[in-house]
């Protein structure tokens, strides 16, 4: 097992627990910083697990410190709620939540990252831990495209691919979604299930992409079965996801549901 702990700052979903498994199987010694009412303690066994606000930067630091830890993973969703039982925010956090409105989720990460760094803990990137969940090229999942049968959703792939190449050049959002010749539906601070529920009606393709100038150390792309049962249920046909990028969470399980559901799953260039 590796000497020094390293440190992970949970959210909610499954990536920040796929994650932790990964950690585990390399013999790291894990210690977990939960967000309160986003990550659960349970999730997190054999590991030294505490919870804390959002916000509480200086607090989690001096946890992370106590036990011995100088580098840390982000993963996993935040529900940006202004209760004071789950948003606590230090000085310098509350100094640069009007910058951070203004901005993208990039930018507030950056800005996080940047004073976890001055309260002693290095964000690192995780991805070399996640390689191989990367979508690779083609057909992954459902139904395989290349037939005249699917020149009608082949084309509204492509139409999204060129919406979301546009829309990742800034800092807004990783996904869109499409929906007949001119319906474009645009991923915010909900996150994609939420985009994936504005959509208009049946035979809609989500395509999810990493932003351009992306910090690779969070927010990384990604999807899996919740993605999927949400898609299944208001009507997408196809999901592109651009290969080398996007993670994709609990493998078996998300082929399993494209297969199901009959939506094709494809990683794009």
Known sequence: MNADPVGLIAGSGIFPITLFERMIRAGIRVVVAGIRAHATEADYRNATYQSFAIGEIRAVSAFFRKHGVSQAYMAGGVAWRLRRAVFKP???LLLSIPWMIRRGDDFTLRRIAALFHRNGIDISDSTPLLE???APRGDIAGPRLGNEQNDELTALIARGVVQCRAFVAGDNGQAVTVHGRSWVGREDRKGTNALLQRTPG???????????HQDSRFDRPA???????VAARVGVTAIAVQAGEVLILDMEKTVKLCREHHISLVGVS
């Open 132 to 134: 191989d969940l990367l």
């Open 202 to 212: 049946p035979g809609a393709v989500l395509v999810k992409m990493k932003k351009r």
């Open 90 to 92: 230090d000085a310098a």
């Open 223 to 229: 999807i899996g079965p919740s993605t999927i049962l």
